[in-house]
């Protein structure tokens, strides 16, 4: 520790206790969390813009805590993060994906799941291997899966990144960019990754109707993505408007709470039945 006067020791030694204490009863509760099964996989329908088509879903973890109740993610991702748990949530997420995707083959239903990786996760170099565990263990194709990956956790450490993008890449499953427009990647740097789909931050698209400039972002942002020859999927549809606008803008794809909100995964089955866009 570092040499400090009497004073400033008494001072500030109990904060830090105090949050070291905090942060490691959160780690001891998302451990618990796990082994108690307190995590739950919601899945949010992800459709073709111009039929209304379901060709998949967005897996979105979440957290129903003994005593706080549902806890988002945006509570504990970055702390699972930042300590390395994410490693066991995210294992989790892709092994429950897999569970519900052969499920509902097995039931004549066949949608592709996006799961979502974070930073720890690209430098993970063992991942595609345990992805392809996942897989086989399920017995799914490659393509049953899209791995979102988002600008920032690619640009932490973009050469490390470029390795295990291009190992899952190899082993046939399709990567997306997410949150796309609010990082600081630089296209050129982009364009050499093996991705397929830009996702179009919700941040623009749900300002479009009420902002010129952020139409002007997303139709830029979606012509940008056609001419690197990807798909293009926009976040944060909540109005019929906006799905109107997006459509005749050439946006290929789109999820957001006019469509559904992200639903607990049982819940799904019944839901495609209602669906009539
Ligand atoms: P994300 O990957 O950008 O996911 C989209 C978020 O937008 C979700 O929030 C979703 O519920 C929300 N959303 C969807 N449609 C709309 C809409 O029309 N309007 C609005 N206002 N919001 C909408 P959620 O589920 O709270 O997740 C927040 C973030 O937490 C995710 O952002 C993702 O970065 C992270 N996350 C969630 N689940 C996982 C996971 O299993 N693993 C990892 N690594 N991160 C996850
Ligand atoms: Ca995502
Ligand atoms: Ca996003
Ligand atoms: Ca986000």
Avoid at 125 to 148: G, N, Y
Avoid at 229 to 241: H, N, P, Q
Wanted: hydrophobic share 40%; net charge negative; glycine share 6%.
């Amino acid at each position: 520790a570092a040499k400090t006067s009497g004073n400033e020791a008494v001072v500030y030694a109990p904060a830090i206790d105090k949050s070291s204490q905090e942060s490691l009863s959160l780690l001891t509760e998302l451990r618990r969390a796990a082994e108690e099964n307190q995590f739950r996989l919601y899945v949010q329908p992800k459709v073709r813009l111009g039929t209304g088509q379901v060709i998949g879903v967005e897996a979105l973890v979440r957290w129903v805590h003994p005593e706080r109740g549902m806890v988002f993610p945006d509570q504990f991702i970055p702390f699972a993060e930042k300590t390395g748990f994410i490693r066991i949530l995210t294992q989790w997420m892709l092994e429950r994906s897999a569970a519900l995707c052969s499920e509902l083959a097995a039931g004549g239903i066949r949608l592709r799941i996006s799961a979502n990786l974070s930073t720890r996760d690209l430098l993970d170099q063992d991942l595609p291997m345990k992805f392809m565990a996942i897989l086989d263990r399920h017995s799914l194709h490659p393509s049953s899966f899209c791995l979102e990956i988002t600008e920032s956790a690619i640009m932490d450490d973009p050469v490390r990144a470029q390795q295990t993008l291009e190992r899952l890449h190899a082993i046939g499953v399709d990567l997306s960019i997410d949150d796309f427009g609010t990082g600081y990647s630089s296209l050129a740097y982009l364009k050499r990754l093996p991705v397929h789909e830009l996702k179009i931050d919700k941040s623009f698209v749900l300002k479009m109707e009420s902002d010129v400039d952020d139409t002007k972002i997303v139709r830029s942002t979606i012509d940008l993505g056609h001419n690197m020859g990807l798909k293009v999927v926009a976040e944060g549809i909540e109005t019929v408007a906006a799905w109107e606008l997006l459509e005749k803008m050439g946006c290929d794809e789109g999820q957001g709470y006019f469509i559904s909100r992200p639903m607990p995964a049982d819940q799904l089955r019944a839901w495609l039945h209602a669906w009539q866009p």
